[in-house]
């Protein structure tokens, strides 16, 4: 059964810190990884990662994968009261149209 | 781009009630429409695969009659939950896929808000 866990479960910081979300999976026939913002509704895309070692970027946000160790991390720096949300890490696999979601980590950003 | 709407947002009704959720996809056309369900606390889950024009590819586990599939336009989906019972409330949410990227499975999916569902 294919398997995705993400950590930590959730996650206080204050205003301006840096934070790693991690992500690790374990499932048959892996194409790619992707990283969702659920704040109170509809998950928002982040990034999709199909290749290990390269990085993606966005404003404060980054994500690389590592295909190796079945891992990757999202990394948002200084950080806002705006990031409070829960990331979902997913896994697509097989002919492409199944994901399979992680728990998500619930990130509160505080003043 | 890419907005998924999805109706109701919130459902109460009574047990033995069937509810019918729709899923649109607002500016694309999408071939291929998404069905999951999130317990609290838990992960979505997917439920089934909702193809336009054909019959939905169900996950495992996840009965057919019960959760009737319907995606009968390249716009609109619809998931209907038949004889609700207790077990069925749940957080209902679905996604499409943009059809002119092919349907490619190197793009992400697109999500709507989510229907909660509580029955009585």
């Known amino acids: 059964e294919d398997k995705v866990v993400q950590s930590p479960l959730s996650l206080v910081v204050h205003e301006g810190d840096t934070v790693t979300l991690n992500c690790s999976y374990e499932?048959?026939?892996?194409?790619?990884l992707l990283w969702y913002k659920q704040e109170k509704k509809a998950p928002t895309f982040l990034f999709m990662l199909t290749s290990s070692g390269i990085e993606k970027k966005s404003g404060r946000l980054s994500s690389i994968l590592d295909k190796k160790e079945l891992f990757s991390i999202l990394n948002i720096t200084a950080t806002q009261t705006g990031d409070s949300a829960v990331y979902l890490c997913?896994?697509?696999?097989?002919?492409?149209?199944?994901?399979?979601f992680g728990t998500g980590t619930q990130l509160k950003v505080e003043l | 781009g890419a907005v998924v709407s999805q109706h109701p947002s919130r459902v109460i009704c009574k047990s033995g009630t069937s509810v019918k959720i729709e899923c649109r996809s607002l500016d694309f056309q999408a071939t291929t429409m998404f069905w999951y369900r999130q317990f609290p606390k838990k992960s979505l889950m997917l439920m089934a695969t909702?193809?336009?024009?054909?019959?939905?590819?169900?996950e495992q586990g996840v009965e057919k009659d019960k959760f009737l599939i319907n995606h009968a336009s390249l716009t609109l989906s619809t998931l209907t939950v038949t004889s609700a019972h207790p077990e069925d409330s749940s957080f209902y949410i679905c996604?499409?896929?943009?059809?002119?990227?092919?349907?490619?499975?190197?793009?992400?999916?697109?999500f709507g808000d989510g229907t909660r569902l509580s029955i009585l």
């Open positions: 997913a896994v697509q696999t097989g002919g492409g149209n199944k994901l399979t």
């Open positions: 996604s499409a896929r943009d059809r002119a990227t092919g349907g490619d499975s190197n793009q992400p999916q697109h």
């Open positions: 499932v048959t026939n892996f194409r790619s």
């Open positions: 909702s193809n336009e024009g054909s019959k939905a590819t169900y």
